[in-house]
């Protein structure tokens, strides 16, 4: 069964330097099961690993996945321009994971500011990559709400493929369905810049309202509100593996 340091544990999860880290352990701030912990070399099994820090209960993650319900007005960049950015709605702790540099938790793709929805993050570089990749085709199913009634034309061309203005090869929905007079359900297999608001202005319509429901076979949960994130369990990876 794996042993770390309880100070070493407590950096990869993204409590500050070893240093600082080994003062909290010191300032009597970390417990394990309701004992407060002394020694920061302290050995500690990591396996389903439950700490408080601070009164605050963490659940020890290898690597970090997770999902967060994006809410509009909020940029997916790390360094974002008018809007707040996503990484400010989770803990400090998971932010600083690796240290904090470029290595820490990064979105999956990126959602525009005014897009809601499953938005997922993560640590782990190669998971990041397969989600991302075009290769891989992980399906995302859009409710788009249209400023102009979805007619069955605009539907069919969906399907068929339209030609965006930057790519002379067309873009397809891989499903496209009415689900009431101005809103569709758009499913897509890949993931260019603005790619629903441009294939809706390229049938003739505009996007008002955009929110992203599904991954793979991992739907945003409906008791997760918006600014809400959650970890990934297994059975979650499962949904969207690729
Ligand atoms: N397509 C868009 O146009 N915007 C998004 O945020 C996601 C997909």
């Not at 100070?7 to 999860?13: G, K, N, R």
């Not at 099994?45 to 994006?70: D, P, R, S």
């Not at 290595?103 to 990126?110: C, K, S």
């Not at 076979?217 to 979650?236: N, T």
Request: charged share 20%.
């Amino acid at each position: 069964m794996p042993q770390q340091a309880l100070q070493d544990i407590l950096f990869s999860q993204g409590f500050g330097t070893r240093r600082v880290c080994a003062g909290l352990v010191q300032q009597g701030l970390v417990s394990l099961s309701g004992r407060t912990c002394q020694d920061a070399s302290e050995l500690v099994e990591t396996a389903g690993l439950v700490f408080n820090v601070q009164g605050v209960a963490w659940q020890y993650q290898a690597q970090a996945y997770l999902m967060l319900h994006k809410p509009a007005g909020y940029e997916c960049s790390q360094k974002p321009g008018a809007w707040p950015s996503v990484y400010t709605l989770l803990p400090g702790p998971i932010r600083q994971r690796g240290g904090g540099a470029a290595a820490g938790v990064q979105a999956v793709g990126r959602l525009d500011q005014d897009t809601t929805g499953l938005l997922l993050l993560s640590d782990d570089g190669k998971f990041i990559h397969r989600m991302s990749s075009p290769r891989h085709h992980v399906p995302k199913v859009y409710e788009v709400t249209t400023k102009h009634p979805v007619t069955g034309h605009q539907l069919e061309r969906l399907l068929a493929g339209v030609v965006l203005e930057d790519d002379p090869k067309p873009v397809r929905a891989a499903a496209c369905e009415a689900t009431g007079e101005c809103a569709l359900s758009l499913t897509l297999t890949e993931g260019k810049y603005h790619q629903v608001k441009r294939m809706l202005a390229a049938v003739g319509n505009r996007v008002e309202q955009l929110h992203r429901a599904r991954i793979g076979g991992l739907s945003l949960p409906a008791d997760l509100a918006p600014g809400q994130w959650r970890w990934l369990g297994a059975d979650d990876l499962e949904r969207i593996r690729v």
